[in-house]
């Protein structure tokens, strides 16, 4: 008999399918359950209602983008210490430097290569 291992949760947070759909499929391969949300507002109904080990948010997207989200998640206590990647297209330090200060855990670039978001990841839950 095998014993079930409990499979870290990780919530994508990005308005674009395409995106979802690359990162849930690596993540599920590499043992990770995924939950998916298209913008911070639905992210934050997805991080109310489940267990979550970590948030993968990009930074533009409608209704909530990814600082406000990231701003939330950093005012409520039960995520305050939640692990947050920020993956976005925009490289300028600005927003780097103010993606870390607002409390983001790590910032990557897109498109970021799967061994090096795959590396921040296990270096964050372990």
């Not at 690359?22 to 992210?43: E, H, K, P, W, Y």
């Not at 600082?67 to 409520?76: D, G, M, V």
């Not at 305050?80 to 990647?85: E, F, G, N, S, T």
Request: glycine share 8%; net charge neutral.
């Amino acid at each position: 008999m095998t014993v079930a291992v409990n499979k870290p949760s990780i919530l994508v947070v990005d308005d674009s399918p395409t995106i979802q759909n690359i990162l849930g499929t690596m993540l599920r391969q590499n043992g990770f359950n995924v939950l998916l949300a298209s913008d911070g507002v639905a992210g934050l109904e997805v991080l109310s209602c489940n267990h979550v080990d970590l948030v993968l948010t990009d930074l533009n997207m409608p209704r909530m983008d990814g600082l406000t989200l990231l701003k939330k998640i950093r005012e409520n206590k039960k995520s305050a210490a939640l692990p947050v990647i920020m993956l976005s297209t925009e490289g300028h330090q600005t927003d780097i430097d103010r993606a870390l200060n607002m409390g983001a855990t790590k910032y990557l670039i897109k498109p970021v290569q799967p061994g090096v978001l795959a590396g921040a990841i296990n270096e964050l839950l372990n």
